[in-house]
Each structure stands twice: as structure tokens, then as C-alpha cells.
């Protein structure tokens, strides 16, 4: 039972590491599912997880009005 465990871990290895580096698990999940159990088709998936840029957001933080540009005249 432990081996079937970490079968199932290795074959979907690059949908983990995909959800870990935070893209839509969508397209890989699928794609892991029809050709992860084809050698060429597992590569090319870890390849996809690791090698492609994760997505980032912004955080717009409060801009604030200061007169001057922040100079304070006293």
C-alpha cells in the first residue's frame, strides 16, 4: 500500500509542484491525467511545472498626497 502511495505521488509530482509554484492547476491537472503516464509526456509536464514563470499580482498600496514631493518646510 506505501508503494502504490508513492506511485501516485511521483505520477502526479508535476500537479503538485505546479499547485505549490501557484498556476491554474486546470490545464496541467488534465494533461497529467491523459499524458503523464507516458514518459515523454511526464518530462515535458515536470518541465511545464518548473520552468514556466509563476504568476504574480500586485499589491497596490495607498498612495498618499504630500506636497512638495515629501520636503517639509519649516
Known amino acids: ?3 502504490l502511495t508513492v506511485l501516485m505521488l511521483l505520477y502526479f ?6 499547485s505549490q ?3 491554474s492547476l486546470g490545464g496541467i491537472l ?4 491523459f499524458f503523464g503516464w507516458t ?3 511526464w518530462f515535458a509536464l515536470m518541465l511545464w511545472a518548473l520552468l514556466s ?3 504574480f499580482y500586485y499589491a ?10 515629501g520636503w517639509r518646510r519649516y
Open 13 to 18: 509530482l508535476p500537479t503538485v509542484i505546479a
Open 60 to 69: 497596490v498600496r495607498p498612495v498618499y498626497y504630500q506636497p512638495y514631493g
Open 21 to 23: 509554484r501557484g498556476h
Open 1 to 3: 500500500m506505501v508503494t
Open 53 to 55: 514563470p509563476p504568476p
Open 39 to 41: 514518459g515523454i509526456g
Open 30 to 33: 488534465m494533461m497529467n491525467l
